[in-house]
């Protein structure tokens, strides 16, 4: 079936709202260090954006899990693809996410690196549903709260396809 994607947030609203999320993250930051932890591979075109945009010192570290189930939904059951090369013991954390969709998977997360012992634990979406939360998560820092739609782009795919698009869109299927 062809498809086309429709522009919901451009390349400029993404990097401007970024660029803020960024200002408001050194603030909370002041005088420590933020260790950013990004949630493959969707947040990776996030974190890199944020990191560039963030003025305390930053040290990153990267996590990839999947969910098990149907293509575009998650199933609640989650396993890590990939652990952290290093403890997060006694560092500020801060978990980057593309998405907030269920919440299983960020709330399972959470859970995980909480009994690892971080100093703090915080939580930066580009983007949230809060339409479709099934489990309870606090998200500290959010880009863009979003309608019930699918998405892709800056970092979130359809089949592995569209993380490289710059600004977010709306897959649309053409009969
Ligand atoms: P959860 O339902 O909050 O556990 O979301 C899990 C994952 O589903 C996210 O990290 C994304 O990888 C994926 N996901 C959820 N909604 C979308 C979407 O609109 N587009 C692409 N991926 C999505
Ligand atoms: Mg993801």
């Not at 079936?1 to 429709?6: I, K, L, Q, T």
């Not at 795919?157 to 869109?169: C, F, K, S, V």
């Amino acid at each position: 079936m062809a498809e086309h994607v429709r522009v919901l947030l451009s390349e400029e609203e993404v990097d401007a709202r970024i660029k803020e999320v960024g200002q408001q993250i050194s603030k909370d930051y002041e005088g420590k260090q933020v260790h950013l932890v990004c949630v493959l591979k969707g947040g990776s075109f996030f974190m890199c954006e944020l990191a560039k945009r963030i003025t305390v010192p930053v040290s990153l570290d990267f996590m990839s899990v999947s969910s098990y189930g149907s293509d575009t939904k998650s199933s609640g059951v989650v396993k890590i693809v990939k652990d952290l090369d290093e403890s997060v013991k006694d560092k500020d954390v801060l978990v980057v996410e593309d998405i907030v969709d269920s919440g299983r998977t960020l709330s399972y997360l959470m859970e995980l690196l909480r009994d690892r012992g971080p100093r703090s634990l915080h939580l930066c979406t580009l983007l949230d549903k809060p339409e479709r939360r099934v489990v309870d998560v606090k998200v500290d820092y959010t880009g863009f709260h979003i309608p019930d739609e699918f998405v892709v782009g800056y970092g979130l795919d359809y089949d592995q396809r569209y993380r490289n698009l710059p600004y977010i869109g709306i897959v649309e299927f053409d009969d």
